[in-house]
């Protein structure tokens, strides 16, 4: 699994740290996304979906055969 | 129910899709059928008043999913052609073209659609903002300015639409001003502090703000087209363009003669649904909040795909009460503005972060030592991290007790 984050799209609102803050975080300054993790664990590819699929903005891309 | 039912989605935006990508997510593989009253594949409609108004993004930016990806879903799409009708008994839902797609659940997820003023309908130059091809009309109508004279746009309605509508096209370059009963933007929703605050904002970025006044009509150019407001003080103020954001009303006309209740939007249990195998997801949803002891319809963004896990899960067979903390987020001229929670506008509203000089910082809505809301200026993660106060509230169990059972 490989993720991509869209920092121009993300509005920050954070349901991707809520659901997954292994991977994902927010920048102090201006809540724009920040991806801790690119190509995680798979114990975290659920919620990763989960998240890339939740995200208000369509943020997050999941590549799932990289 | 079956172990794998035939599920029908009615609506194709948002939450129509995060209905069938939360079922997909949950190891439903059975048939899913969605039918949408566009005639578009989903798309987001927050950025309609911001990026896609604003020019920033072309239309085709909006596309939720990429074609590769809603090809993976292995849904059948029925778009074009809105939902006429629903026998919940038989759980068959009837198309304008005469279509019948039935199934074992039905999730409803059509919407809303803008109010209107009286008088609205036949004048050129009046826009509402809910679709892609609003979007584009209304960005057609103030950028077909030269020698048109047409530069002058009112907003009518000083709630969350309106008032990033009117950021945007001022934004623009274009004469703008924004009209509606309350005395500052969105107090109804955020109380004096924060509505304050947004009126300086706009005003300070050359909104011509025009409140506390109610608008009484339209005025007609003579020739079919609009040639300012009307406001109940006598006044005209004078537009080329006009935008009614003055609210939504829930998608349910359709539902007439189902038997289904409807009150201000389908009305649904703690479960959200509305009879045996029939749910609501979004803004057309009316459903019962236990931690809040309520009945509540959100029309925001995350609610749709929230509420979408909820109801693909009890579709599966999975149910619990949905209790979710409301979220919604909006952006006018440089501020970023979330909201967490339900604030309301007699709350006590206090900065406890940041500070309004400073551009940035978070309020907190209470009601005796209840947390009913915090609201983020320019400090997102800050108010999300708030959030945690806003989230006890609204699981606390209700004080009236279990929930009732819609009808």
Known sequence: MNITVDEDKCCGAGQCVLITPEVFDQRDEDGIVVLLDAAPGEEHHDAVRESAQVCPAAAITVDEDA | MSATPRVVVVGASAAGLA?????????HDGPVTVVGAEPYPPYDRPPLSKQVLAGSWPPERTRLRTAEVLEGLGAEWVLGDPATGLDPLSRTVATASGRAVGGDAVVVATGARPRTLPGQEPLTGVHVL?????????RADLLDRGGNGRGRLVVVGEGVLGAEAAATACGLGVD?????????????????LVGGLLAELHRGEGVRLRLGAAVSGLADDGGGRVRGVLLDTGEELPADTVLVAVGARP??????GSGLEVSDGLVCDAHCRAAEGVYAVGDVSRWYHEG?????????????????????????????????????????FGAKIQIHGLPSASAEAE????????????VRFRRGSRTEGVLGW????????????????????????GSPVAG
């Open chain 2, 292 to 332: 809040l002891g309520r009945s509540v319809r959100l029309e925001n963004r995350t609610n749709a795909v929230e509420q979408a896990g909820a109801v693909a899960a009890a579709v599966l067979g999975d149910e619990r009460p949905y209790v979710p903390v409301p979220y919604l987020w909006t952006d006018q």
């Open chain 2, 130 to 138: 809910r679709t892609l091809d609003e979007a584009a009309a209304l």
């Open chain 2, 176 to 192: 703008t001003a924004l009209v509606g009963p309350q005395r500052v933007p969105m107090e109804a929703q955020l109380g004096p």
């Open chain 2, 378 to 401: 320019n400090m997102p993660k800050q108010a999300r991290q708030w959030r945690r106060e806003v989230a006890e509230a609204f699981a606390a169990p209700s004080p009236v007790g």
């Open chain 2, 251 to 256: 998608e349910t006309d359709w539902l007439e």
């Open chain 2, 19 to 27: 209905t069938v990508e939360a079922l997909r997510r949950k190891g």
């Open chain 2, 351 to 362: 900065v406890v972060e940041g500070s309004p000089e400073d551009g940035r910082f978070v």
